[in-house]
């Protein structure tokens, strides 16, 4: 039997979360009966090209300078499609999106958009042309019911959209109880460690986040945070960081594709987001058993029930992130679970396994069609 051909578009293969996700699905997709392309555009950000290629993926870039140039590639994703027998196009992102509902356009090929953000979130630019394109797919999926009930809001779409929460796959983050980071950065054994896996925009709220540490660090010595990633703010965030003289005590190790080493450093998730979707990081803390404390931003309170799988406060009262980390600092049987309810609560519910069986059971139904 003929394998389903999917090709995946994606403006960048960096280290976002939606980027991240990919080559973790593809660890577990089945592969005698599905094919997977991947084309994305900005050949500088590539830090998942390799983890793809090792996972079977065929991968093709078509470089594109700005986001015009991007759009103007579609012919030649219709040349790809037709010379290599693509059956449906999943796309990623807003500019991923609206190239791929150009192609559906013009020769009818299924296309499956997957949303990771709000509409509110989006520069008016991008938020208006995702409402005057947004019928033009086949499906639309939510990453959160609140970025679904984001697009149904905003957008009023004609098209299907349902809800597919992002996932983890579970049996890849399990700690292990390997502490080199820590031995690598210096970081007393004894110590607790505060960490952050993210892309550095001002929605992740980083400048924030150290002066929840530098706060902390008042009333107890013994505690460190690594932050992991790169991004546009990294200049104000890492001036914050010497004002808050936190050089020895917070450590940012820079963009990683493999960020478990880390995870297994951190006793403790923290987020201080302004919103979010439904953000990957976090799953992959949890599943690292590593204890939350966040703002409910988003798809997060989807996720953490407060004072069941963490501790987490409203956006807007941020400043309260002390006090919850307080909480588990004073009480090491407190931080033990909450370890272990994170780790529960990603398994119990957002596996990545079941999400993969969810996505090929929408791919197969319209192949069919």
């Given at each position: ?21 990919l080559p973790e699905t593809l660890k577990l997709h ?162 607790i460690v505060f960490g952050n896996v993210a892309v ?79 953000p990957i990081a976090l799953l992959e803390a949890m ?83």
């Open positions: 039997m003929a394998k389903t051909k999917i090709l995946h578009i994606i403006k960048s293969l960096g280290r976002g979360g939606a980027e991240m996700l089945d592969r005698e009966n599905f094919e997977f392309h991947y084309i994305y555009f900005l050949p500088w950000k590539d830090q998942m090209v390799e983890a793809l290629q090792k996972a079977g993926g065929k991968i093709t870039c078509l470089e594109a300078k700005d986001n015009i140039r991007l759009l103007l590639q579609y012919k030649n994703i219709i040349s790809y499609t037709k010379e290599h027998g693509i059956d449906l196009i999943h796309c990623h992102l807003p500019w991923a999106g609206f190239v791929g509902r150009l192609v559906h356009a013009r020769i009818g090929i299924p296309v499956v958009y997957t949303e990771h953000n709000m509409q509110e979130r989006y520069h008016i630019a991008t938020k208006n042309i995702n409402k005057l394109t947004f019928n033009s797919q086949s499906l639309a999926l939510g990453v959160s019911e609140d970025v679904t009930c984001s697009i149904n809001k905003n957008i009023h779409p004609e098209i299907p959209v349902q809800t597919l929460l992002n996932g983890v796959n579970t049996e890849s983050f399990k700690r292990t109880g390997d502490s080199q980071i820590r031995k690598e950065l210096g970081i007393p054994e004894n110590a550095f925009r001002f929605q992740k709220r980083l400048v924030e986040w150290l002066q929840v540490i530098k706060k902390i660090r008042k009333e107890n010595s013994n505690v460190y945070g690594i932050i992991v990633g790169a991004g546009p703010l990294e200049e104000e965030i890492k001036k914050e960081w010497k004002d808050l003289d936190l050089e020895n005590v917070v450590f940012f190790p820079g963009l990683k594709t493999d960020v478990k080493p880390y995870f297994e450093a951190m006793d403790i998730f923290m987020m201080s987001s302004s919103f979010e979707g439904l599943s690292m058993e590593c204890a939350v404390v966040a703002t409910d931003a988003g798809g997060i309170k989807e996720v953490i029930r407060n004072e069941q799988d963490g501790l987490t406060c409203e956006v807007d009262k941020w400043k309260k992130l002390p006090q919850l980390c307080q909480i588990l600092i004073d009480d090491p049987e407190k931080l033990k679970n909450y370890k272990r309810a994170a780790r529960e609560r990603v398994v119990d519910n957002f596996s990545l396994t079941k999400m993969v069986d969810e996505l090929e059971k929408i791919y197969s139904d319209f192949v069919k069609k």
